[in-house]
């Protein structure tokens, strides 16, 4: 049985308007998981508060099999966190925040923060103020990738960045997950966890809905394009069914209403179609 690197249990987090419900899912060694939901969703609430950066009122959390409350020093020491609401000293050169950085961590690699430096095309003269939003996101990456981190929790790391600087990211990630490094990163952007995720967690309205493997995830849906028509006639096993361009489209269950044929359904469409359902149902 794969060693479980991250384990949530009923974490709870309540605000005047918006309530964390029971979360939990877990995550295993050398596995990339995407977690998704719509803004406000619940997904930097769950982020932050499973590293205590926010206080949940109710739950737990275990990293490498240890209770965070018990061994939070131990723990930080062998994760790493990127926020992409992360501020650094804005007038101050990377290079002299890395030297403080560094100075944090016995098992600082030189070697791949040089290697990171060169494929992000990072300039250590720079100052963070001089940097855009989307560089500020690959020096962040930069650090946390450098000190030999056995799990990266990232909230939107490819937000601000180009196709091609996105691309390269994953492939990142994929080099890591290969080395036995677990990651968990919040994302809009669905297409990365088609080309990386081995698993996808989907939170809605605070409430986990789901947490599978991504390839099970594809065999449970297919996507169908249906006229008005179709629609109306088929509506009682159609999820999310939607104005689409022409006609309409929806998710059916896999071996529901065959004779729609449809096609293999992409994260995206699993995700706007389930929204929509729930947003009906409503």
Excluded at 46 to 62: R, Y
Excluded at 127 to 148: C, D, W
Excluded at 203 to 232: C, D, H, M, W
Aim: hydrophobic share 40%; glycine share 8%; aromatic share 8%.
């Amino acid at each position: 049985m794969a060693e479980k690197v991250l384990e949530l249990r009923g974490l709870c987090k309540e605000y005047p308007s918006f309530r964390l419900k029971d979360a939990g899912f877990s995550l295993s060694r050398g596995r990339i998981m995407g977690f998704i939901g719509r803004n406000g969703a619940g997904k930097t609430t769950t982020l932050k508060s499973m590293l205590n950066i926010v206080h949940p009122s109710a739950g737990t959390v275990a990293f490498f099999g240890l209770a965070f409350a018990e061994h939070e020093q131990e723990i930080k020491r062998r994760i790493a966190f990127v926020s992409g609401g992360a501020n650094y000293y804005p007038n101050k050169k990377l290079s002299a925040i890395t030297a403080v950085t560094r100075s944090f961590y016995d098992n600082w690699d030189e070697a791949a923060y040089r290697r990171y430096l060169k494929l992000f095309a990072l300039d250590e003269s720079k100052t963070p103020k001089a940097l855009s939003a989307g560089m500020q996101v690959k020096y962040a990456l930069a650090l946390a990738l450098s000190h030999r981190a056995e799990l990266l929790i990232l909230d939107e790391p490819t937000s601000g960045l180009d196709p091609v600087s996105r691309d390269e990211l994953c492939g990142v990630f994929l080099d890591l997950a290969d080395e036995g490094v677990s990651i968990l990163f919040s994302t809009h952007i669905t297409e990365d966890l088609d080309k990386c995720a081995d698993d996808v967690t989907y939170i809605r309205n605070g409430e986990i809905v789901f947490s599978l493997p991504l390839g099970e995830l594809r065999e449970k849906y297919r996507t169908v394009e249906l006229t008005a028509e179709q629609a109306e006639r088929y509506k009682s096993s159609l999820i999310g069914c939607k104005r689409a361009k022409e006609g309409f489209t929806a998710l059916v269950e896999r071996g529901a209403c065959e004779e729609l044929g449809g096609h293999a359904s992409d994260l995206e469409e699993i995700m706007v179609h389930l929204d929509r359902e729930a947003r009906d149902d409503g």
